[in-house]
């Protein structure tokens, strides 16, 4: 009797391969465009409900993320990451140059001497102004921030400043010191607290102008904040 072939375990990793390399390229671009970036990393890819294929499979096939990515014509983050500190090279280099913070025109003049690839909008896109980049550097040196913070995109804060008093006292008065939605007032409630409420917010552009401003009793004020967010 002849010896039976012992079994071997073999896994089957041709589900991986299914798709053509081309095919491959064209979900990286599909995703690129749903999403409207040119970079975004394997986790943003895998959470994508209508992928045919998993990061780790294009990685396994392109040897990394961002061969595939830039095979597709794409970037991949770290090469992202890697532009953010050419920016700041760059920026340091004009500064070295002439031995002083570059002003705006001085940088300018320099981007151009040196055909560099970027524009003072690059700058001020990321890091809010050349000034806030020069601070980074600086306190960079001096070891107040990390890498991290270094290259770190500028957040606008939003602080906006308070109404003037005498505004605020015009629209309650107006108001009849009630809130306008609901009524109430603090003169029949004394646990009700009157705000003043832009009717277009502020974040969009909304003036204050007296007819873009109402009064309202915390609670509505509240649940208008709930409506919009
Ligand atoms: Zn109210």
């Not at 986790?43 to 595939?68: E, F, M, P, V």
């Not at 532009?83 to 002439?98: A, G, H, M, P, S």
């Not at 570059?102 to 940088?107: I, M, N, S, V």
Request: hydrophobic share 25%; charged share 35%.
């Amino acid at each position: 009797m002849k010896q039976e072939q012992p079994f071997i375990y073999q896994r089957d990793r041709t589900k991986a391969t299914k798709l053509t390399k081309q095919e491959i390229l064209d979900d990286l671009k599909a995703f690129s465009e749903k999403c409207r970036t040119r970079s975004f990393t394997t986790r943003q890819y895998d959470k994508w409900k209508d992928r045919r294929i998993t990061s780790g499979s294009i990685t396994k096939i392109y040897g990394s993320w961002s061969k595939a990515m830039q095979e597709a014509g794409l970037k991949s983050t770290r090469a992202w990451k890697r532009d953010i500190k050419d920016l700041v090279e760059t920026f340091k280099r004009c500064w070295v140059d002439q031995k002083s913070e570059p002003t705006k025109q001085q940088f300018e003049d320099y981007l151009k001497r040196t055909n560099s690839p970027y524009t003072i909008k690059s700058y001020t896109h990321y890091f809010g102004s050349l000034g806030r980049l020069a601070q980074r550097i600086e306190d960079r040196q001096n070891e107040r921030i990390s890498d991290a913070q270094l290259y770190e995109r500028h957040k606008p804060s939003k602080v906006r400043k308070p109404l003037p008093l005498d505004l605020r006292y015009t629209i309650l008065q107006r108001d009849k010191h009630r809130c306008v939605i609901c009524g109430a007032s603090p003169s029949t409630d004394p646990s009700v607290t009157l705000e003043i409420d832009h009717i277009i917010p502020v974040a969009k552009n909304g003036s204050d102008s007296p007819d873009n401003l109402r009064t309202l009793c915390h609670a509505c004020n509240q649940g208008k904040k709930d409506r919009i967010e």
